[in-house]
């Protein structure tokens, strides 16, 4: 069983909500970068005047980290939409896949809390949640009341295509209906500092920070059947051990997802990839030197880490609803972490192009 895309949300460096996104890719214009703290790495593409109290209320939200409160907001925008499914008496609850590593900035603070106290155990007990991984999908799903499945996934850049693969699969086995399925990402300094000082990091990058939730249904289904976005088609992934051999082993990834798909590399007609050079020399090998048409999202919104690969998804559906010759059609989204995880999804946009969700502006 294959899924598909039936709505998604955005809250990025554009601004808040489904619209600011497509916008923004569409203008084609960097989103402005504001300098930060952490002076060194240089200016960053943050969320505009984002605020977790101004967006979700002060209930809740005292303690409540940035990742956290992006996370809240962007499921908010699917799941609190007066169309959402998963009313009660009617199938399965929905459920949350997200792909994030949380906050570093609360996991370093929590931590200096407890060794510049008077004592190690000093520390406030409200604040020990957001240094756990799975804060932001646990407390997503509190929020919004989805019963689901609740599963958090690290992986870096690729941890978005490792959500929707993990969605997928739960889908597939008939674990769970609707399913909302994403990556978040946060600013700060210390992730700033890490980025900097990281062996891996690319030099020169921008950093990002934002949350993009895709809502996920069965194929087949009626809300399938009515809202269809995209088929996911296929999700592979892979690890290495030396950059020099991200190449081979994404290339691998690709054919093998194309073997699933019975199809060959001239079928795609769109690319999504991440910003590194062992990805583009993938792509060169699968394609020649004649690649489709590409989407990048990157260079716009910045280095969003977890976020990023699910923005790349978003890019495809942006891209596919300002052409419907996309329609049946093949795209390509790449992703590599430079800690060693890699993947890649293809996805058919539909043969429609319903109205997506648009997100309200806070």
């Known amino acids: 069983m294959r899924s598909v895309i039936t709505a998604w949300s955005a809250i990025s460096p554009f601004g808040f909500g489904a619209d600011s996104f497509r916008t923004g890719l569409r203008t084609g214009v960097p989103a402005p970068a504001a300098a930060t703290v952490a002076a060194q790495v240089g200016p960053a593409r943050l969320v505009p005047d984002f ?27 699917l ?25 570093v900035q609360s996991t370093m603070d929590f931590t200096r809390s407890s060794l510049d106290g008077d004592r190690p155990f ?42 929707l693969n993990y969605a997928r699969r739960l889908q597939a086995g008939g674990r769970a209906g609707t399913l909302y399925c994403g990556g978040v990402e946060e600013y700060s300094e210390a992730r700033a500092r890490l980025h900097h000082h990281g062996s891996g990091a690319p030099d020169g990058s921008v950093l990002g920070e934002g949350a993009a939730v895709l809502r996920l249904e069965p194929a087949g289904s009626a809300l399938a059947e009515r809202d269809g976005l995209a088929e996911v088609v296929a999700v592979e992934s892979g690890v290495y051990e030396d950059a020099e051999e991200i190449p081979e082993i994404l290339l691998g990834c690709a054919r093998r997802a194309l073997a699933r798909a019975a ?34 999202c990157t260079g716009l919104i910045g280095d969003s880490a977890a976020a990023a690969a699910a923005f790349q998804v978003l890019g495809v ?36 192009t319903p109205n997506p969700t648009t997100a309200r502006t806070p």
């Open 263 to 296: 199809a060959a590399p001239a079928d795609i007609v769109l690319v999504a990839p991440g910003e590194t050079a062992p990805e583009q020399a993938a792509l060169t090998s699968l394609f020649g030197f004649e690649p489709p048409a590409r989407v990048d």
């Open 51 to 77: 605020d977790a109290r101004t967006v979700l209320g002060r209930k809740g939200t005292r303690s409540m980290d940035r990742v956290t409160a992006l996370a809240v907001a962007a499921v908010g925008e």
């Open 122 to 163: 000093y520390v406030d007990p409200a604040r020990f949640p957001n240094t756990v991984m799975n804060c932001a999908a646990g407390l997503s799903a509190i929020w919004h009341g989805l019963k689901g499945p609740n599963a958090t996934i690290a992986g870096g850049r690729a941890a978005g295509l490792l959500a």
């Open 317 to 352: 559906l942006v891209r596919a609803e300002d052409d419907p010759g996309l329609a049946g059609r093949l795209a390509l989204v790449t992703a590599v972490d430079h800690d060693g995880t890699l993947g890649c999804a293809l996805l058919r946009p539909c043969s429609r």
């Open 79 to 103: 799941a609190g939409a007066p169309d959402a499914p998963g009313a009660p008496g009617r199938g399965p609850a929905p459920g949350l896949v997200l792909g994030t590593t949380g906050s």
